[in-house]
């Protein structure tokens, strides 16, 4: 934006100091004059006697010392004004330079401003955790983007191999050909739902309405029933009725995920899966835990980075694109709520969302 050149800061805050101080000196000498004039007294004499004189002498002799002191005191308010303002505003002299730096692109730059801690300090120190999460958030953009493009040229990669093979090789079996690329477009096509899925949750482009987690719940786990049969896994739901605010079709995909993963995870056989719904005082929880091997403390905050599996997800057949607990966590940071992941002692995990309870 174009602004049309003005005063600096330090020359403002010079003159203030400057004008103030030329004020409160002619106040002062406006004072004393007139305690002098009103009593009659001025020193004439040259042994310094003090005797009655005059109104008009009086300021014959007082005005030229009056005018010397005032413009004493103009020229020091005029230079030590601009060295304290200086000294004052040496602070945001750092913060701006850190300001243009990160413009410039270098997010790792910092302030670390010195000092006691003051409102120059506190801006300091806002605008470096500020810094910090921009950096993390960039990273993350980053890693995020090249795991996506890694992601989604696999599948296309595959596909050429299969049809350079078909060409090639006329004599190879076209339906296992046909099958293999109905499969590889079927995770290409779930990879693709994801991301935008990732993306819609991200920007909160969704319209919030009252909903019940426990009949969420309930959903997901009657869809989800037959994959537990499957694979030999108990699936129990149980809780109270918990009211939320948000997206349904969010909160449905959240806990469709928590379920799956549950389920895929777990024991080779006898498994259980238990998903609870609550109530606490301001806030509704989903808990979503089950049994397994056991987890390392180090890899569960890792577990909802976008494309984090564990050791044995890629060599299942419910695979899935490594994107089911990032997607988790954005509905339920798009939701103002929290996701917790606690390994279970036992083996397993249990991962908690508490949501914010809708108003009465």
């Not at 005032?70 to 002299?93: H, I, K, N, Q, S």
């Not at 949750?201 to 969704?206: G, K, L, N, P, T």
Request: net charge negative; no cysteine; charged share 20%.
């Amino acid at each position: 934006m174009d602004r049309r050149p003005g005063l600096s800061v330090r020359l403002k805050l010079t003159l203030s100091y400057a004008g103030f101080l030329m004020v409160a000196g002619a106040l002062l000498l406006a004072a004393i004059g007139y305690f002098l004039l009103d009593q009659g007294w001025l020193q004439t004499t040259e042994q310094g006697a003090w005797r009655a004189t005059p109104g008009t002498a009086f300021v014959r002799g007082f005005a030229p010392m009056a005018v010397t002191v005032m413009a004493f005191l103009l020229v020091f308010g005029l230079v030590g004004g601009w060295l304290l303002a200086g000294r004052m505003l040496a602070p945001l002299d750092r913060i701006t330079h850190a300001t243009r730096t990160a413009a410039a692109g270098s997010l790792a730059h910092r302030i670390r401003l010195p000092g006691p801690q003051d409102e120059f300090r506190e801006l300091a120190d806002a605008f470096d955790a500020m810094l910090a999460r921009l950096e993390a958030h960039v990273a993350e953009q980053r890693r995020f983007a090249a795991n996506a493009s890694h992601e989604l040229r696999t599948p296309l990669a595959i596909s050429k191999t299969l049809l350079d093979v078909a060409r090639t090789d006329p004599g190879h079996d076209r339906d296992e050909i046909i099958d293999r690329l109905h499969a590889v477009n079927t995770r290409a096509i779930d990879l693709t739902e994801a991301l935008l899925l990732l993306s819609r949750a991200e920007q909160r482009s969704f319209t919030r309405e009252r909903v019940d987690l426990s009949l969420i719940a309930e959903e997901a786990t009657e869809t989800l029933l037959p994959l537990a049969e499957k694979r030999g896994v108990t699936l129990e739901t149980s809780g109270d009725i918990a009211p939320a605010t948000g997206s349904e079709t969010l909160l449905l995909q959240l806990t469709m995920n928590l379920v799956h993963n549950a389920i895929i995870h777990n024991l080779p056989e006898g498994g259980t899966v238990r998903v609870t719904t609550g109530v606490r005082p301001g806030s509704v929880l989903l808990t979503v835990e089950n049994t397994g091997g056991h987890l390392a403390l180090d890899l569960v905050p890792t577990l909802t980075e976008p494309f984090r599996r564990g050791t044995d997800r890629v060599h299942t057949d419910h695979a899935g694109v490594g994107l089911g607990l990032a997607i988790v966590k954005t509905i339920t940071e798009a939701h103002d709520g929290t996701l917790t992941l606690t390994p279970r002692s036992s083996g397993g995990i249990r991962v908690t969302v508490e949501l914010p309870a809708p108003p009465p």
